[in-house]
């Protein structure tokens, strides 16, 4: 069965840490790549995406993510966390199918 | 802003009672998730509709669990009767309309306790 795996359930940063999320995905073909955001109280919002090219995507809010083909990943990034950060966040993944799979998501806390 | 519109948004029942979630989404567009996300977890897929046929539903608990998209625009998810780790938010979410390249627009999300 296809499944997208984080690495990391709950990571805490100070302030002006880099981050970085792991996300695996297990082989399907072809697929889009996703990561979305739900900031507390909120519903989940797209951060970043990544369908072909490049494969160093950079999304909203200075986040940036980078596809590794061979290692099947697609790890998020960020230089420089601020406490506005502080959210869940969730890799996803498009199969050919249409069928949409997301991971267990990763609790990013950022320490003012 | 992302023009997926679910209701209830809460809603608390006792064990084997039944409840019913409604949700409509992005105008035009044939493609409708729904997804059940416990706390602490990442959103699971419960079933996908393309118009009003069902495209994936190999993870509805169909003894209990039942959607339908009879006109191919809203939806609605049914359980009967519910259980304890029904508990959840029960997330709709819509490709933009008009293009499906599964950048998902979610609702609000529907949270169920079950007592």
């Known amino acids: 069965a296809q499944s997208v795996s984080q690495h990391n359930h709950h990571v805490i940063l100070s302030e002006a840490a880099s981050l970085e999320l792991g996300c695996n995905y297990s082989y399907g073909g072809t697929v889009n790549l996703f990561w979305y955001v739900q900031y507390p109280g909120q519903h989940l919002q797209l951060l970043l995406k990544y369908f072909s090219g490049d494969p160093l995507v950079k999304g909203i809010k200075g986040f940036e993510a980078e596809f590794i083909k061979s290692k099947f990943s697609f790890n998020l990034r960020k230089p420089s966390v601020q406490w506005s950060d502080t959210a869940e966040y969730f890799c996803?993944?498009?199969?050919?199918?249409?069928?949409?799979?997301f991971g267990a998501g990763t609790r990013l806390t950022v320490k003012p | 802003e992302a023009g997926v519109a679910q209701s209830p948004r809460y809603k608390i029942i006792e064990k084997r009672q039944s409840v019913a979630f409604w949700c409509n989404p992005i105008?035009?567009?044939?493609?409708l998730y729904w997804y059940q996300q416990i706390l602490g977890q990442g959103p699971k897929l419960l079933i996908q509709?393309?118009?009003?046929?069902?495209?994936?539903d190999s993870q509805l608990p169909k003894d209990r669990f039942s959607a339908e998209r009879l006109k191919g625009v809203d939806s609605t998810l049914k359980i009967q009767p519910a259980k304890l780790e029904d508990s959840a938010v029960y997330l709709c979410a819509s490709p933009f309309a008009g293009i499906n390249t599964g950048e998902l627009f979610f609702g609000e999300g529907s949270r169920l306790t079950v007592l």
């Open positions: 996803a993944v498009r199969y050919n199918n249409n069928d949409m799979r």
């Open positions: 105008s035009g567009h044939a493609t």
């Open positions: 509709f393309q118009n009003n046929g069902v495209v994936d």
